[in-house]
């Protein structure tokens, strides 16, 4: 089945320390994204990658930093650099041949920073 | 003022009855999405649209561009349609011209039927 992994669902880790969350699609999709949703609020971009071997800033970067060094993976690295880190991360692909390119979910990351 | 406006920010129904959720925006948009996120926090595309209206089972999605606003609507709701619902829209093109997919989100509608 298509579709698109992130692991774990559940990630704790102690302030001060980077953590990396994976992402991972068969689709076959150019494009991908990086969302952080917190409570009350709506999901904000933190790095999208329209193609291998580049990404780009959204609108919340600091503290994160992104690598896109295969079509199916954009690992997304959450720095000591990063104020309030404990949020829901969102993983997410789309095509980007069309007009309309739908964006596909993954299931999402807890991160507990303790 | 958010880009993209969700009410009410909260619903509570009983079984049974016809739900409506709106959402404004204040940008210029190619095209509106209304997603589903479920309580384990895993996302799921209901609509596309750009014009006029769309329709899946007991979901309905419109969209007045110029009026910059669009509704999606639930009949016969059942216990099972309770998630937050997501209303983004992709704000056209990019720099280059290609029409990546960034989305704008509205903050979500929190819907809860009861049996």
């Known amino acids: 089945d298509g579709g698109i992994t992130q692991s774990p669902k559940y990630l704790f880790r102690k302030e001060g320390q980077n953590v990396t969350l994976s992402c991972e699609q068969n689709?076959?999709?150019?494009?991908m994204y990086w969302y952080r949703q917190d409570p009350g609020q709506g999901l904000r971009l933190i790095y999208y990658?329209?193609?291998?071997?580049?990404?780009q800033k959204g609108d919340i970067a600091e503290g994160y930093s992104v690598s896109r060094e295969k079509k199916e993976s954009f690992p997304l690295t959450v720095t000591s650099a990063q104020k309030n880190p404990t949020a829901f991360y969102l993983c997410?692909?789309?095509?980007?041949?069309?007009?309309?390119?739908?964006?596909?979910f993954g299931p999402g990351t807890r991160l507990t920073v303790l | 003022k958010n880009e993209v406006e969700q009410s009410p920010q909260n619903l509570t129904a009983q079984e049974g009855e016809f739900i409506t959720i709106n959402c404004s925006y204040s940008?210029?948009?190619?095209?509106l999405h209304w997603l589903q996120q479920h309580p384990g926090g895993g996302i799921v595309s209901l609509f596309m649209?750009?014009?006029g209206k769309k329709k899946h089972g007991r979901l309905i999605a419109t969209i007045n561009i110029q009026e910059k606003h669009s509704s999606l609507h639930i009949t016969a709701s059942h216990p099972r349609d309770s998630a937050v619902y997501i209303c983004?829209?992709?704000?056209?093109?990019?720099?280059?011209?290609?029409?990546?997919?960034?989305?704008?989100f509205g903050q979500g509608t929190i819907l809860t039927v009861h049996p």
């Open positions: 649209l750009s014009s």
């Open positions: 990658s329209q193609i291998v071997n580049d990404f």
């Open positions: 689709l076959n999709h150019d494009a």
């Open positions: 997410a692909s789309s095509a980007t041949s069309g007009d309309y390119n739908e964006q596909f």
């Open positions: 940008v210029g948009i190619s095209a």
């Open positions: 983004a829209v992709r704000s056209g093109r990019d720099a280059g011209g290609t029409s990546y997919g960034k989305l704008t």
